[in-house]
């Protein structure tokens, strides 16, 4: 069975290209074309960043100077103006004698995933405003009633007490109380 390489290469899901030494993008998957248009006789910087002159660290490059693959994240710009967050991974293309001839450069677009990443760091955010400006003392006690996280009214009133026991802090006990409402949580 005979392997249609050509189309395995347009039709990922990513985008794709092979690069010469000087950075001009020989060849493209359909992806790469439908989102950043014709790259004939055109530079990879020139159609990704929209710039006059080469990336200062580029992937590309590396790998054409130490023949290995190399990763980065990149934001890339689309011929319809919007960016684009991706992965870029390169890899050496090497001829007989096995001397670099190009590099293919395949970038994924992880735009969602930067966004997911973004509402989570927001998320958190507010919980932790709203854990330590709470108008009341806040606690978290781990199974062994340890003390593992507190609110800043905590720390006012009864100090630092990462790592004590609970009934030491809030009771001046030397065990745990009857009745355990965090024995009885857990």
């Known amino acids: ?33 439908q989102h950043f248009g014709d790259y004939r006789g055109r530079f990879c910087y020139q159609i990704y960043k929209h710039q006059p002159e080469r990336c200062e660290i580029c992937p590309v490059d590396r790998t054409f100077r130490d023949g290995l693959s190399h990763r980065s ?34 970038s994924t677009d992880i735009s969602e995933l930067k966004a997911l990443q973004r509402q989570l760091r927001d998320s958190q955010t507010k919980y932790r405003t709203l854990f330590e400006e709470a108008p009341c003392y806040i606690s978290v006690q781990d199974a062994e009633y340890k003390i593992i996280d507190t609110n800043r009214m905590f720390r006012e009133n009864f100090g630092d007490s990462l790592g004590l026991p609970c009934y030491q802090v809030y009771k001046h006990r030397d065990d745990e109380c009857p009745s355990c409402t965090v024995q009885q949580t857990f």
């Not at 690069?19 to 074309?33: C, P, Y």
């Not at 960016?83 to 001397?99: A, F, H, K, W």
């Open 1 to 33: 069975m005979e392997i249609p390489y050509q189309s395995i290469f347009d039709n990922m899901p990513c985008y794709l290209t092979v690069q010469d030494r000087e950075f001009h993008i020989l060849t493209a998957n359909s992806r790469f074309q």
């Open 73 to 106: 994240e990149e934001r890339v710009t689309c011929r319809d103006g919007s960016r684009v967050s991706v992965i870029v991974y390169t890899m050496p293309l090497r001829d007989e004698n096995g001397q670099i001839t190009a590099v293919m450069e395949m």
